[in-house]
């Protein structure tokens, strides 16, 4: 059925924290509105109150009509303990619930009671329930996985549980789609599907994405959460418009304030320069008067009556200028990466290097990776690159061939420091002990710099959000000293000034880089020197 999504004056936060305020949003069918904004803006809590999964703290959300399905599908798939492929599917496309309803509504209508059978089963039809089962192991099929979808999905490895997420949204029979970071772990066959998916759905659609290149390709208006000016903006038009059009605003923000900065400080000197003209004027009445100057007393009375008149007219022009609020200076990202000292000429070699994992097999490969050579890795998922990279770094056993790291290479990598994160103590504590040579004083300031501060540092570690995790794992590439850098997907997760902010530090990096990414643009922007295709567990070098 056709939907709109009304939200009126919404807002929200975290404790006396403000998050966002006074937002307004309609999703007509077939709108794909683009939600954007640094960590920790408010986006995700945006989309779980608009699923009705977060009480409305202010405000109020309205569908129309009120029957309408609203599908809410979270940035990472939580794999359940004993949760089949098949009962995720169910259970990410709302059919699971339906069902559930449906049932309850069958057994009271067999007791005599209707309690809302004819919705229920509507809803279950609607949903696509009834042929669930048959359209999964096809779309299952098409996107290449191939496991029994009776099988656990805590099985599953990190390419076929992308596949998974991805067959649940392409199964899903919602009214109004909330999709938070759909584009993450998809490989660039998996994201010209989800454009092709969100661009045909008739259905209205808000999603939040760090992809430039999807949100070019797909959103239809934008929504920007602004935390530092604590401002919610919408701009029509697409991604690419949005960007131009914030440029333009930033620019005539800063531009009004200046001018009426500047405007108000030269009236503030001018009725400062009147009274000191007037006070003086006073003191000099009173010195110079006598009681038989009597033209000269009244000359100077009414030169300083003057003088207390125009001091009065500037101040009231002072006070009706219409007062411009300081844009305020936005939380940049600066990062850098250190390096350590260089290691030797040859930086990691794999010599007729093979790789089984049940049914999958990486190689023979043969692959020399030489000191400064920055090495793009591209490939579908399960194709094999974080195979590739374990073999190169000696974390995965080889089958047959050889594998080892030349001397003095002092690796850093993305994926292996989030995984620092992931534990019940603080952020601090866990940061702190990777780097034990700092000062907690130094840990505090060098995590502040990534925008994690005190209300985040005292926080566990496994508390906090994915995009914050990545932060922390920057800020310990920037602690210490790397010449091998490996990037396994770093944007997943990360905001769009962070990925910018990325892109810059890489520029200026001078030791070895291995990049596994699939954002498109991120693969434009980085220099590289050699790309490897990885297809089916073998490597060219192309």
Same mark, same amino acid.
């Given at each position: 059925?056709?939907? &709109?999504?009304?939200?009126?004056?919404?807002?929200?936060?975290?404790?006396?924290?403000?998050?966002?305020?006074?937002?307004?949003?309609?999703?007509?069918?077939?709108?794909?509105?683009?939600?954007?904004?640094?960590?920790?803006?408010?986006?995700?809590?945006?989309?779980?109150?608009?699923?009705?999964?977060?009480?409305?703290?202010?405000?109020?959300?309205?569908?129309?009509?009120?029957?309408?399905?609203?599908? $809410?599908?979270?940035?990472?798939?939580?794999?359940?303990?004993?949760?089949?492929?098949?009962?995720?599917?169910?259970?990410?496309?709302?059919?699971?619930?339906?069902?559930?309803?449906?049932?309850?509504?069958?057994?009271? !209508?067999?007791?005599?009671?209707?309690?809302?059978?004819?919705?229920?089963?509507?809803?279950?039809?609607?949903?696509?329930?009834?042929?669930?089962?048959?359209?999964?192991?096809?779309?299952?099929?098409?996107?290449?996985?191939?496991?029994?979808?009776?099988?656990?999905?805590?099985?599953?490895?990190?390419?076929?549980?992308?596949?998974?997420?991805?067959?649940?949204?392409?199964?899903?029979?919602?009214?109004?789609?909330?999709? @938070?970071?759909?584009?993450?772990?998809?490989?660039?066959?998996?994201?010209?599907?989800?454009?092709?998916?969100?661009?045909?759905?008739?259905?209205?659609?808000?999603?939040?994405?760090? @992809?430039?290149?999807?949100?070019?390709?797909?959103?239809?208006?934008?929504?920007?959460?602004?935390?530092?000016?604590?401002?919610?903006?919408?701009?029509?038009?697409?991604?690419?418009?949005?960007?131009?059009?914030?440029?333009?605003?930033?620019?005539?923000?800063?531009?009004?304030?200046?001018?009426?900065?500047?405007?108000?400080?030269?009236?503030?000197?001018? #009725?400062?320069? *009147?009274?000191?003209?007037?006070?003086?004027?006073?003191?000099?009445?009173?010195?110079?008067?006598?009681?038989?100057?009597?033209?000269?007393?009244?000359?100077?009375?009414?030169?300083?009556?003057?003088?207390?008149?125009?001091?009065?007219?500037?101040?009231?022009?002072?006070?009706?200028?219409?007062?411009?609020?300081?844009?305020?200076?936005?939380?940049?990202?600066?990062?850098?990466? #250190?390096?350590?000292?260089?290691?030797? #000429?040859?930086?990691?070699?794999?010599?007729?290097?093979?790789?089984?994992?049940?049914?999958?097999?990486?190689?023979?490969?043969?692959? *020399?990776?030489?000191?400064?050579?920055?090495?793009?890795?591209?490939?579908?998922?399960?194709?094999?690159?974080?195979?590739?990279?374990?073999?190169?770094?000696?974390?995965?056993?080889?089958?047959?061939? &050889?594998?080892? !790291?030349?001397?003095?290479?002092?690796?850093?990598?993305?994926?292996q420091a989030r995984g620092l994160f992931l534990g019940g103590e603080p952020l601090v504590d866990?940061?702190?002990?990777?780097?034990?040579?700092?000062?907690?004083?130094?840990?505090?300031?060098?995590?502040?710099?990534?925008g994690l501060k005190a209300a985040h540092v005292l926080r566990p570690a496994a508390s906090l959000?994915?995009?914050?995790? &990545?932060?922390?794992?920057?800020?310990?590439?920037? #602690?210490?000293?790397?010449?091998?850098?490996?990037?396994?997907?770093?944007?997943? $997760?990360?905001?769009?000034?962070?990925?910018?902010?990325?892109?810059?530090?890489?520029?200026?990096?001078?030791?070895?880089?291995?990049?596994?990414? $699939?954002?498109?643009?991120?693969?434009?922007?980085?220099?590289?020197?050699?790309?490897?295709?990885?297809?089916?567990?073998?490597?060219?070098?192309?």
């Amino acid at each position: 059925m056709s939907a &709109t999504l009304v939200a009126k004056d919404l807002a929200a936060g975290h404790g006396d924290r403000v998050l966002f305020s006074g937002l307004d949003l309609v999703v007509a069918p077939g709108d794909v509105v683009g939600l954007v904004g640094v960590n920790g803006a408010g986006k995700s809590t945006l989309l779980r109150t608009l699923a009705g999964l977060l009480p409305v703290e202010r405000g109020v959300i309205r569908l129309s009509p009120t029957t309408a399905t609203v599908g $809410h599908l979270p940035q990472e798939p939580d794999r359940r303990p004993g949760e089949t492929v098949r009962q995720f599917l169910a259970r990410r496309t709302g059919v699971a619930a339906a069902q559930a309803e449906l049932d309850r509504a069958t057994e009271a !209508l067999t007791a005599g009671v209707d309690e809302g059978y004819s919705e229920a089963l509507e809803r279950w039809l609607a949903l696509g329930g009834a042929d669930l089962a048959e359209r999964a192991e096809e779309v299952a099929a098409d996107l290449g996985l191939t496991v029994d979808l009776d099988q656990p999905m805590t099985s599953l490895s990190g390419g076929q549980a992308a596949r998974a997420g991805m067959a649940s949204l392409l199964l899903s029979r919602y009214d109004v789609f909330l999709l @938070d970071e759909p584009t993450n772990d998809l490989d660039l066959d998996g994201l010209a599907r989800l454009e092709a998916f969100v661009t045909g759905l008739r259905a209205g659609t808000v999603l939040v994405s760090h @992809d430039r290149e999807f949100l070019s390709r797909t959103v239809t208006r934008v929504v920007e959460l602004d935390l530092a000016q604590q401002q919610v903006r919408t701009y029509g038009g697409g991604y690419e418009s949005y960007l131009e059009e914030r440029e333009i605003a930033r620019r005539h923000a800063r531009e009004d304030y200046e001018e009426y900065a500047t405007t108000r400080a030269a009236l503030e000197q001018r #009725a400062r320069a *009147q009274r000191a003209w007037m006070e003086k004027g006073v003191k000099n009445a009173r010195r110079k008067a006598s009681d038989n100057d009597k033209i000269g007393r009244k000359f100077r009375t009414e030169a300083t009556e003057k003088q207390a008149a125009k001091a009065r007219q500037t101040e009231r022009l002072i006070e009706r200028l219409d007062e411009v609020e300081e844009p305020r200076k936005e939380w940049e990202l600066r990062m850098e990466i #250190a390096a350590a000292p260089r290691s030797g #000429a040859v930086v990691a070699v794999l010599r007729g290097a093979v790789v089984t994992r049940g049914s999958f097999t990486l190689g023979p490969v043969d692959l *020399q990776v030489d000191w400064a050579d920055r090495i793009a890795i591209t490939g579908a998922n399960g194709a094999g690159k974080s195979t590739l990279l374990g073999a190169l770094l000696g974390r995965v056993p080889l089958t047959s061939g &050889t594998a080892s !790291l030349g001397p003095g290479v002092v690796v850093g990598e993305i994926d292996q420091a989030r995984g620092l994160f992931l534990g019940g103590e603080p952020l601090v504590d866990a940061f702190g002990a990777a780097v034990p040579d700092m000062a907690p004083a130094d840990v505090r300031t060098l995590l502040a710099k990534f925008g994690l501060k005190a209300a985040h540092v005292l926080r566990p570690a496994a508390s906090l959000s994915p995009g914050e995790r &990545t932060r922390a794992a920057l800020a310990l590439l920037q #602690a210490r000293g790397v010449n091998l850098l490996v990037l396994d997907e770093p944007t997943n $997760h990360l905001d769009l000034p962070a990925i910018e902010q990325l892109e810059s530090a890489l520029e200026s990096y001078t030791g070895t880089l291995l990049l596994v990414t $699939h954002d498109r643009r991120m693969l434009d922007a980085v220099r590289t020197t050699r790309r490897l295709e990885v297809a089916a567990g073998r490597v060219t070098d192309r």
